[in-house]
């Protein structure tokens, strides 16, 4: 033990005593910096703008004068998306997701991504962010740093000094990984100190440790694995352009032949031919703008029945907002079953690239930090299925209003001027019934679970490299 830690230390030495190493982090540490800062500052001003938005359009909506309660249906209301503390470390699928959502009668709109959001700002690229810095860079400099770590010592005739001196090739390969390790630490220090800020905001340390957690064991991985090369090559050259190409292949070939494979093998059908065969459901369920539509014959017989009455306009409910109601409901019912196909179809995009993480831990990792973050397709469809169930009850709030509060008789003759039209209308204070949006991330015990797989391919990733690291120890000759 007391001969890896000084192999450990004086690999530290050297590091500290080399420009390339200084210059390498140097680099490293102010892309982590500069990006850190703007992407912590884009997502809390995204933070409070949109909650002042979501404020403003609920004001908005209750400060509506008095109206027919079928005017406000078609008026309807804004949400907004919040970023979540850990989106300051990894914003994940925020900037093409979409962030707000129009709420209105008879249609689920999807998400609109703001114009901010789609402009990366660097020509098509993703946006920098600290995550991609870990993801991409972080192991590029623990190659510059550690890719001679033992290859050095067979190059300049110290190899069979060290061995003969009693120290074993198991404890020289260890010292030269914990030294490597523990710069790897170090460089988590910069994440540990954004996300305690973002994560003092909700108490969500549990989500910062598990992050942190995954980082770190990724980016052991590559030191195990960058320390195995350095042993098992004779030139460095041969150890740097192995280990780079290890790199290009994990960090940017494999993720991206698994989102082109992923989606080629998960194609949907056409978004106009779905809207085509849900367009004609929905013809079929009734207009519920018209009493008279065949859809609603058995609904007209059953309430004269219900009532014992012979005219509509016997009624004591207003029957074209049981119309109305009855209709959405239907229609309702055809969105949510199309919506969940789409959304079922998007995860089993997603699960299939995933599937590449078992060649990439690279891929493991992106989808371990956005699923922890609350950055993920997860989190987008709960957003989708918050805002819908907002939707559904403040429409069928107004319907219920349409219902009781406005006289059939009255309804119908709205249309027959100015002072009818003021009488087919309902207080303003029937507007309170939209309740305050306040969506939250997904819980992170969800998050974990959901995270699962990744983190398994992360550990069997880590498992590997230091089972490779093991034998390189056994096996060191001079």
């Known amino acids: ?40 500052d884009q997502i809390l001003s995204e933070r409070h703008t949109r909650q002042a938005t979501q404020a403003a359009a609920e004001e908005t909506f209750r400060a509506q004068p008095d109206r027919h309660p079928h005017r406000m249906v078609h008026y309807g209301h804004y949400v907004f998306r919040t970023p979540p503390p850990m989106a300051a470390l990894d ?24 114009a901010a959001d789609a402009d990366t700002g660097l020509g098509g690229l993703p946006p920098w962010t600290p995550a991609l810095c870990y993801q991409l860079f972080a192991p590029l400099l623990l190659i510059v740093l550690g890719y001679g770590a033992v290859v050095r010592e067979r190059e300049t005739r110290t190899l069979a000094t060290l061995l003969s001196q009693g120290v074993t090739g198991t404890e020289l390969i260890l010292g030269k990984f914990v030294a490597l390790v523990g710069v790897s630490g170090l460089l988590l220090v910069p994440a540990l100190l954004i996300g305690a800020g973002a994560a003092g905001e909700s108490g969500n340390f549990a989500a910062l440790t598990a992050l942190l957690l995954s980082y770190f064991c990724y980016l052991a991985f590559w030191c195990a694995i960058i320390v195995f090369a350095s042993a098992v090559f004779e030139r460095r050259s041969a ?47 009734g207009d519920g703008h018209n009493v008279n539509d065949p859809a609603f014959v058995q609904l007209r017989a059953e309430l004269l029945e219900q009532y014992g009455v012979d005219d509509v306009a016997q009624l004591p409910v207003n029957i074209r907002g049981v119309v109305s109601e009855r209709s959405e409901a239907a229609q309702t019912e055809i969105l949510n079953r199309y919506a969940s196909r789409r959304l ?96 939250e991330s997904v819980p992170f015990a969800e998050r974990l679970s959901a995270a699962g797989l990744p983190l398994i391919m992360l550990a069997a990733w880590l498992v590997l490299g230091l089972g490779l690291l093991a034998r390189a120890g056994s096996r060191l000759t001079v």
């Open 1 to 40: 033990m007391n001969a890896m830690l000084q192999i450990a230390t004086e690999e530290w030495r050297l590091w500290k005593r080399s420009r390339l190493a200084l210059a390498s982090g140097i680099i490293f540490l102010s892309l982590l910096s500069f990006t850190a800062l703007v992407t912590a």
């Open 91 to 114: 914003p994940g699928l925020l900037p093409v997701t979409g962030s707000q959502v129009f709420l209105e009668g008879h249609r689920q709109n999807s998400p609109m991504i703001n």
């Open 239 to 285: 150890a740097l352009n192995t280990m780079l190409a290890a790199w290009l292949v994990s960090t940017l070939a494999i993720p991206s032949l698994g989102v082109g494979l992923g989606s080629a093998l998960f194609t949907a059908p056409g978004k106009i031919q779905l809207d085509l065969a849900m367009q004609a459901e929905i013809l079929a369920a």
């Open 344 to 439: 079922a179809q998007e995860q089993a995009n997603a699960q299939a690239i995933l599937r590449f993480g078992w060649l990439s831990p690279a891929v493991a990792l992106s989808f371990a930090s956005r699923t922890l973050a609350g950055t993920d397709l997860l989190t987008h469809h709960r957003f989708q299925e918050a805002a819908e169930e907002l939707r559904f009850d403040f429409v069928q709030g107004l319907n219920r209003l349409h219902i009781e509060a406005l006289d059939y008789k009255t309804d119908i003759e709205r249309n027959r001027g100015v002072e009818a039209s003021r009488r087919a209308r309902v207080s303003a204070e029937n507007w309170a019934l939209l309740d305050d949006f306040d969506f």
